[in-house]
């Protein structure tokens, strides 16, 4: 087993977004991390894969959802960060937790810094919780900021 990693050391950070309140809590987290470390940020989008049998019908609905989630990860960007030459930019299908997972597989990243609701509970059994899922299936460090 490999020890953890220092956190001043991560330079290879991802930081999924829903674009909610809640998700900003990670996103600053990681500017900070940034500024002191100049690590390299990812910024992911994870949207819902079109339905099989329906992608036709939706493709211009799901080519909208994407320039859009586009426009709002680049706005984040700008807003949070400086030298956008160390930040990137994802957006990719699929279920959450499992994107997130494999995304930062494929990214080789060191740490996904991931929002919580804290929610517990009945509302916690029957809504999940996508930080709870990242944090037993990554292969990397987890590091959840709560709202």
Known sequence: MTPPSIPGFWKKVLVPTDFSECSLAAL???????QSTDAEITLLHVTEPAHEGLRIQTEDLH?????DA????????NEHF??????????VEGRPADA????AEEEESEVIIIP????????????GSVAEKVVRQAV???LVVRQ
């Open 28 to 34: 600053k987290t990681a500017a900070r991390l940034h």
């Open 63 to 67: 080519d909208q959802m994407h320039h």
């Open 70 to 77: 586009q426009a709002r990860l680049q706005n984040l960007a």
């Open 82 to 91: 400086t030298g956008q030459d160390r930040i990137r930019l994802r957006i």
């Open 100 to 103: 997130i997972c494999a995304t």
């Open 116 to 127: 919580t609701h804290g929610h517990s509970g009945l509302k916690h059994m029957l809504v």
């Open 140 to 142: 990397c460090d987890v």
